[in-house]
């Protein structure tokens, strides 16, 4: 995973839960099918016009709601780049550290609008808008987490940990 | 200064005297759950690739229950992956159409106050009602926990909710768990676990205790905890457990990031309307709005307790002839218990369907999922847009009682009516 993360913004409220990240009457499919329902609740567009590198912007709680890493698995399969939200609902958070997916908290997001091109520091906690020619203050990845982000998720990291090439 | 009852387990998970709440601990798993949507199938991958080798197998536990009975060949697929998959690895804990996975793990005794259990779905919380500490993991997440017993977690602020006073007639632990929610906000208690107390709790049975810590994460919370007592030990007992049970509780000098009171005596029906669950209003804010289906069951409210209450109201009555009932006993257990009391023959009688236990169409997934336009009356947890089938659709939540009263009008009515004894004469 990459620390800095430059891309352009899908703008979205707050509380955009798994259901609506990840549907569950899909969830039994191959991901490539998954992902094209993904967001479709609130957004018919997204699945049709995300690009890779594209970042997430959202307000409240973002991911609430149940533990599927489908969600993160759809996400990865369009190549969002990161989220950015106010915050973040807990397991989501967890989940996409550990699958390799930036997630930043920022305290207003209302100031990011859809089509921003964004870039995101991990390490700093910076959020610069290319747009509009702004700098915003994130929060900054938990220093325990920076070596498993830094290794690319969980898995790499605990292949590391365990000894296993 | 005194410990809250998270930080003594995840104080004992960490082989440490003491935690305090914001302290990152490395904690041993006493129980790794897996479902068959979100388990094996997506774990075994990465889980072979690094070693395969699980942990212990006796702390394994894997329920089929999101796609049983399969309504789809990919469904199928999944359900054989992850029987198989028990099979190969030999596991002594796997459960197929009993029910849903917080339902069996409780009853078969591998809930015990103290313990640490994670589990690869979110409402994993539900387990806090006999006092572990129990929460939801994502699927990477668990291939660590199966390959190493072990995983981090940050020891969570509590949120303490006392529930004081006698709840009325009609009113019971989803309408206290509604209210909290709406009170804290979906949001409210995200990082962090609720504590639930006072008299009103402590009065509450098993089946209804339940019902709290499963819908905790509907806060956010990481989990729902109540303290276990005589209620856990009996229930336990009952269900074949005969090992010490050791009961602790909170310090009284604990440190709790907020406190908030309720009085039970004051509380009424409350309904979750779409499509947040803390979008809680009382029951006669919403009374009139017809529905398609209503849907009794699940891992939140499909105990016996809840099919008890339902056969009472529903006893020689009709479901209103526009409306489907689906009820959805909360395991093999209760579906068993419920045909024995005659309540499946009463609940027929008045109309309903009764599905095999099972995650069903609570998440969308199989047995009575709902088209665009069509409007649930569920006492499940969850009413979020799409949950129960079609994104344009809508699900309301509240008790077995109110969703009983529903059915009857085919539209959101008050149970109360239906109980109070002037009426039923």
Same mark, same amino acid.
């Given at each position: 995973?990459?620390?800095?993360?430059?891309?352009?913004?899908?703008?979205?409220?707050?509380?955009? *839960?798994?259901?609506?990240?990840?549907?569950?009457?899909?969830?039994?499919?191959?991901?490539?099918?998954?992902?094209?329902?993904?967001?479709?609740?609130?957004?018919?567009?997204?699945?049709?016009?995300?690009?890779?590198?594209?970042?997430?912007?959202?307000?409240?709680?973002?991911?609430?709601?149940?533990?599927?890493?489908?969600?993160?698995?759809?996400?990865?399969?369009?190549?969002?780049?990161?989220?950015?939200?106010?915050?973040?609902?807990?397991?989501?958070?967890? *989940?996409?550290?550990?699958?390799?997916?930036?997630?930043?908290?920022?305290?207003?997001?209302?100031?990011?609008?859809?089509?921003?091109?964004?870039? /995101? *520091?991990?390490?700093?906690?910076?959020? /610069?808008?290319?747009?509009?020619?702004?700098?915003?203050?994130?929060?900054?990845?938990?220093?325990?987490?920076?070596?498993?982000?830094?290794?690319?998720?969980?898995?790499?990291?605990?292949?590391?940990?365990?000894?296993?090439? | 200064?005194?410990?809250?009852?998270?930080?003594?387990?995840?104080?004992?998970?960490?082989? %440490?005297?003491?935690?305090?709440?914001?302290?990152?601990?490395?904690?041993?798993? @006493?129980?790794?759950?897996?479902?068959?949507?979100?388990?094996?199938?997506?774990?075994?991958?990465?889980?072979?690739?690094?070693?395969?080798?699980?942990? @212990?197998?006796?702390?394994?536990?894997?329920?089929?229950?999101?796609?049983?009975?399969?309504?789809?060949? $990919? $469904?199928?697929?999944?359900?054989?992956?992850? #029987?198989?998959?028990?099979?190969?690895?030999?596991?002594?804990?796997?459960?197929?159409?009993?029910?849903?996975?917080?339902?069996?793990?409780?009853?078969?005794?591998?809930?015990?106050?103290?313990?640490?259990?994670?589990?690869?779905?979110?409402?994993?919380?539900?387990?806090?009602?006999?006092?572990?500490?129990?929460?939801?993991?994502?699927?990477?997440?668990?291939?660590?926990?199966?390959? =190493?017993?072990?995983?981090?977690?940050?020891?969570?602020?509590?949120?303490?909710?006392?529930?004081?006073? %006698?709840?009325?007639?009609?009113?019971?632990?989803?309408?206290?768990?509604?209210?909290?929610?709406?009170?804290?906000?979906?949001? !409210?208690?995200?990082?962090? =676990?609720?504590?639930?107390?006072?008299?009103?709790? %402590?009065?509450?049975?098993?089946?209804?205790?339940?019902?709290?810590?499963?819908?905790?994460?509907?806060?956010?919370?990481?989990?729902?905890?109540?303290?276990?007592?005589?209620?856990?030990?009996?229930?336990? #007992?009952?269900?074949?457990? $005969?090992?010490?049970?050791?009961?602790?509780?909170?310090?009284?000098?604990?440190?709790?990031?907020?406190?908030?009171?309720?009085?039970?005596?004051?509380?009424?029906?409350?309904?979750?309307?779409?499509?947040?669950?803390?979008?809680?209003?009382?029951?006669?804010?919403?009374? !009139?709005?017809?529905?398609?289906?209503?849907?009794?069951?699940?891992?939140?409210?499909?105990?016996?307790?809840?099919?008890?209450?339902?056969?009472?109201?529903?006893?020689? #009555?009709?479901?209103?002839?526009?409306? #489907?009932?689906?009820?959805?006993?909360?395991? $093999?257990?209760?579906? &068993?218990?419920?045909? %024995?009391?005659?309540?499946?023959?009463?609940?027929?009688?008045?109309?309903?369907?009764?599905?095999?236990?099972?995650?069903?169409?609570?998440?969308?997934?199989?047995?009575?999922?709902?088209?665009?336009?069509?409007?649930? &009356?569920?006492?499940?947890?969850?009413?979020?847009?799409?949950?129960?089938?079609?994104?344009?659709?809508?699900?309301?939540?509240?008790?077995?009682?109110?969703?009983?009263?529903?059915?009857?009008?085919?539209?959101?009515?008050?149970?109360?009516?239906?109980?109070?004894?002037?009426?039923?004469?």
């Amino acid at each position: 995973m990459s620390f800095v993360i430059r891309g352009r913004v899908w703008k979205y409220g707050d509380n955009i *839960n798994t259901d609506i990240i990840s549907p569950g009457q899909y969830m039994s499919y191959p991901v490539e099918k998954q992902a094209e329902h993904a967001m479709e609740a609130i957004d018919a567009e997204f699945a049709k016009k995300v690009q890779p590198g594209d970042v997430i912007v959202a307000g409240n709680n973002f991911g609430s709601g149940s533990s599927r890493e489908t969600a993160q698995m759809v996400l990865k399969y369009h190549k969002i780049g990161a989220i950015v939200a106010n915050s973040f609902a807990r397991i989501f958070y967890r *989940n996409s550290i550990n699958v390799g997916l930036p997630v930043v908290e920022m305290i207003d997001t209302s100031v990011i609008e859809e089509g921003d091109e964004i870039e /995101i *520091n991990l390490l700093e906690g910076k959020i /610069i808008n290319h747009t509009k020619g702004e700098e915003y203050e994130g929060t900054k990845l938990p220093e325990h987490l920076i070596e498993m982000v830094k290794v690319g998720g969980l898995e790499p990291y605990l292949a590391k940990k365990l000894g296993i090439s | 200064m005194g410990m809250t009852m998270s930080e003594k387990i995840l104080a004992k998970a960490s082989g %440490k005297s003491s935690v305090k709440a914001g302290e990152i601990v490395w904690v041993n798993v @006493d129980i790794a759950l897996m479902h068959d949507l979100l388990g094996p199938w997506l774990v075994d991958g990465g889980f072979r690739r690094l070693g395969g080798k699980l942990f @212990d197998k006796d702390k394994v536990v894997v329920v089929s229950d999101h796609c049983t009975p399969p309504a789809t060949v $990919q $469904q199928a697929d999944i359900l054989k992956f992850t #029987r198989d998959w028990a099979r190969n690895h030999d596991l002594p804990y796997y459960y197929e159409f009993e029910g849903p996975c917080h339902q069996v793990i409780v009853e078969h005794g591998h809930v015990r106050p103290g313990r640490l259990i994670l589990g690869t779905d979110s409402h994993t919380c539900m387990a806090g009602a006999l006092g572990a500490f129990a929460t939801g993991i994502g699927s990477t997440e668990m291939i660590g926990v199966l390959l =190493t017993g072990e995983t981090w977690l940050k020891v969570p602020e509590t949120i303490k909710v006392v529930w004081d006073g %006698k709840l009325k007639e009609g009113v019971y632990a989803k309408d206290i768990v509604l209210k909290t929610i709406k009170e804290l906000g979906h949001a !409210g208690a995200t990082y962090q =676990t609720i504590e639930f107390s006072g008299s009103a709790i %402590k009065e509450l049975s098993m089946d209804e205790r339940l019902v709290l810590s499963n819908m905790a994460v509907e806060a956010g919370a990481k989990t729902g905890l109540i303290e276990p007592d005589e209620t856990v030990v009996e229930y336990l #007992r009952s269900k074949g457990v $005969q090992d010490e049970i050791e009961l602790f509780a909170s310090d009284e000098d604990a440190v709790y990031s907020h406190v908030l009171h309720f009085d039970a005596s004051e509380l009424e029906p409350q309904v979750a309307c779409p499509h947040e669950v803390d979008n809680v209003h009382p029951v006669s804010d919403v009374e !009139g709005k017809a529905v398609d289906q209503v849907y009794l069951g699940s891992c939140t409210n499909g105990r016996i307790g809840d099919l008890r209450i339902a056969a009472e109201i529903l006893k020689g #009555r009709k479901i209103a002839k526009h409306v #489907r009932c689906l009820v959805v006993p909360a395991s $093999q257990h209760v579906w &068993m218990q419920a045909n %024995k009391e005659g309540i499946l023959t009463t609940l027929t009688e008045a109309g309903c369907i009764v599905n095999m236990p099972s995650c069903g169409a609570c998440g969308g997934f199989t047995s009575g999922v709902i088209g665009a336009g069509e409007v649930v &009356m569920s006492s499940s947890n969850r009413n979020f847009r799409g949950r129960m089938g079609s994104s344009d659709g809508e699900v309301y939540l509240g008790s077995p009682a109110t969703v009983a009263a529903t059915a009857i009008e085919g539209k959101i009515a008050d149970p109360r009516k239906y109980l109070s004894k002037e009426v039923m004469l």
